[in-house]
């Protein structure tokens, strides 16, 4: 059962990027069989004790999961906005439901997801340096549609680059992690950073540029001299793949010139579209829906996941998932699990310019994979703390 639930998992982690039915069907497949695994548990009573993750965790992400039907009841687009959140309860919360209860019963481990991300994410480096060699998409055998920039598995430069981030932030936070690493891992460690960095960089994704360098100031914060000690090798990494990249493809000093312009992706006019919709419906939204045809504009996003809660979900969709959070970044800082929190922060960042709060299927399900992770941390923590505290109850007999 251990080795079939792994599989599973590491399946589903597997296909995120690419949003497939692969994806689709790995995530459906996950929840219908743990549902099973829960009936037949019950009905042999071998259910094992599940530690109770705190209630404010839970609240939130039902307060946000309500504000989203509020919004569609109360807007103009209710039949996709229904089917929005549908998904984003069945698919996100059943999930990190199904991991959680997985681990507590013995049939999945933290390693067993550790593992599976960081192939998924070696996985989608890869494809995105077969794509820069060959110019072509071998996922879609077709030519490379997004000019000099690399997608990986994600048809999208952008979510690219994010899991490039996210996984140039696992082998750096690898090396801050542990003082002392064997040559092998060390050189291991620096070897998918040096190859992460060089992806994020062609990705041409200034969004996941900005968060990881979020991830490098929050994570020297959170480790203070010990981050200091590996400051060499971030900086002789960045720089020497710095120059490599502009030696070997000019597309990134372009994409650098774009950072400092104005409004080269049109995103303020985009966000001053929305929010001036955002000031007739200022309190509930007008539900989760097309922003082409909401706006008249050619786009198809908000690009700005504050904006794009007000404007689909209003105020109170904003304070709900503010609310829900604060209540991760709580459960992430509680646990001590500060390569997450600091993984998470950069990814709020991001989503500052890009991705979705609501319907971005690759952040959604880094969150989920983050989040279970923290409450796989949490359940080690009760674990620990209780026979302590069983020493320290006075004896009633």
Wanted: net charge positive.
């Amino acid at each position: 059962m251990i080795q079939f639930f792994s599989a599973i998992v590491g399946l589903w982690i597997f296909s995120i990027p690419f949003k497939n039915a692969l994806f689709e069907l790995s995530s459906a497949f996950l929840i219908g069989s743990t549902a099973l695994v829960v009936i037949a548990n019950r009905l042999q009573n071998q259910v094992k004790h599940i530690p109770a993750l705190p209630k404010s965790l839970a609240l939130s992400f039902m307060a946000a999961a309500a504000s989203l039907f509020i919004a569609n009841y109360f807007g103009r687009q209710m039949p996709s906005g229904y089917w929005v959140s549908a998904h984003f309860i069945v698919r996100y919360g059943g999930i990190f439901c199904c991991l959680y209860y997985l681990y507590c019963q013995g049939y999945l481990t933290s390693k067993t997801i550790f593992r599976a991300t960081a192939l998924a994410l070696i996985a989608q480096a890869g494809l995105g340096m077969a794509q820069l060699l060959l110019h072509f998409d071998i996922i879609r055998d077709q030519v490379v549609t997004t000019g000099t920039r690399i997608y990986g598995g994600t048809f999208n430069p952008n979510p690219f680059g994010l899991l490039m981030a996210i996984g140039a932030s696992l082998a750096f936070a690898r090396l801050v992690k542990f003082s002392h690493l064997e040559l092998k891992k060390f050189l291991l460690c620096t070897a998918l950073l040096i190859f992460f960095v060089f992806c994020l960089l062609l990705s041409g994704s200034r969004s996941s540029w900005i968060a990881f360098v979020v991830f490098l100031f929050v994570i020297a914060l959170t480790t203070g001299r010990v981050f200091i000690k590996r400051i060499p090798i971030v900086i002789s990494t960045t720089v020497g793949i710095g120059l490599a990249v502009f030696l070997f493809h000019p597309m990134t000093s372009t994409n650098i010139d774009r950072l400092f312009l104005s409004d080269s992706s049109y995103r303020f006019t985009i966000w001053q579209t929305a929010f001036k919709l955002f000031q007739e419906a200022p309190f509930f939204g007008y539900g989760f829906g097309d922003f082409s045809g909401l706006s008249g504009l050619p786009f198809a996003s908000v690009h700005n996941s504050i904006i794009e809660l007000l404007l689909y979900t209003g105020l109170v969709g904003l304070l709900c998932y503010g609310f829900l959070l604060a209540n991760i970044l709580k459960l992430l800082w509680q646990t001590s699990s500060q390569i997450l929190f600091a993984i998470f922060t950069a990814m709020l960042f991001a989503s500052l310019f890009d991705h979705s709060l609501i319907d971005s299927k690759i952040f959604l399900s880094c969150t989920v994979v983050i989040v279970a992770q923290a409450a796989i941390r949490w359940v080690q923590i009760q674990a620990t703390a209780a026979p302590t505290h069983q020493q320290q109850l006075p004896n009633r007999e």
